[in-house]
């Protein structure tokens, strides 16, 4: 157990709907970082948070919102789905920076049907 | 802007026999970089980082990796392949020199290591 917890582990939905992927950081860390990993384009930086607020935006949709909240827990919100969006959603946290990397999560795997 | 190439999306192994993982990197600041592995349906574990000092840095399961700022390299080794090192390799770099809480990591492609009895 990284002590990254990551909900669901397994989600199937169909094209156009919305779901909410949540990710409880590391005790004691105060960024959390989303990445989407998928066999064509690997692993993409898609946002940071740092103590509630966005630090760093990468490649995120704008079908794709997250957000911080106090207890320092993070969600991602995925609408509007495609086919394509289909992928293993990582989590991963760090005390400030990347100074000493990255906890990861296990992951929330993604099928859109 | 950083970014990393890993050498060969595969390797194969013998078990017993050297593992050589290849990255290279492209940073505009000092670099900070990492090794993670995933095994199969699982997230990704530190294998071992540099930030500064000793240039040989080594990390969990026997594996290490040297900074050779000439190159722009940090390729990881193994002496000797254990069956149970076959899984997927990343290589990372941070933009911001790991010093403030801004920064993120950039990975590379992956290799998937294999090893045979």
């Known amino acids: 157990d990284s002590g990254v917890t990551q909900t669901p582990k397994h989600l199937i939905t169909a094209t156009g709907q919305r779901v909410t992927l949540r990710c409880s950081p590391r005790?004691?860390?105060?960024?959390v970082y989303w990445y989407q990993q998928s066999l064509d384009q690997g692993l993409q930086f898609l946002i940071q948070?740092?103590?509630?607020?966005?630090?760093a935006k990468g490649n995120i949709l704008e079908r794709f919102s997250a957000q911080q909240f106090p207890d320092l827990h993070s969600e991602l919100n995925l609408s509007s789905l495609e086919l394509g969006d289909s992928a293993l959603y990582f989590c991963?946290?760090?005390?400030?920076?990347?100074?000493?990397?990255?906890?990861f999560g296990s992951g929330t795997r993604l099928t859109v049907v | 802007a950083q970014s990393v190439t890993q050498l060969g999306s595969h390797v194969s192994v013998s078990e017993g026999a050297l593992v050589l993982l290849r990255c290279n990197y492209s940073?505009?600041?000092?670099?900070?970089l990492f090794w993670y592995v995933q095994y199969p349906n699982q997230g990704l574990q530190l294998l071992l980082k540099?930030?500064?000092?000793?240039?040989l840095v080594k990390g969990i399961n026997g594996f290490e990796a040297e900074f050779k700022k000439s190159e722009t390299s940090f390729h990881l080794t193994k002496p000797s392949a254990h069956m149970s090192d076959a899984a997927e390799y990343f290589c990372?770099?941070?933009?911001?020199?790991?010093?403030?809480?801004?920064?993120?990591?950039?990975f590379g492609q992956g290799t998937i290591l294999t090893v045979h009895p």
């Open positions: 540099y930030t500064t000092g000793a240039t």
């Open positions: 990372a770099v941070s933009d911001d020199a790991g010093g403030t809480s801004y920064g993120k990591l950039t």
């Open positions: 005790s004691g860390d105060l960024s």
């Open positions: 991963a946290s760090s005390a400030r920076g990347t100074g000493n990397g990255y906890t």
């Open positions: 948070y740092y103590n509630g607020e966005e630090r």
């Open positions: 940073s505009s600041v000092p670099p900070y």
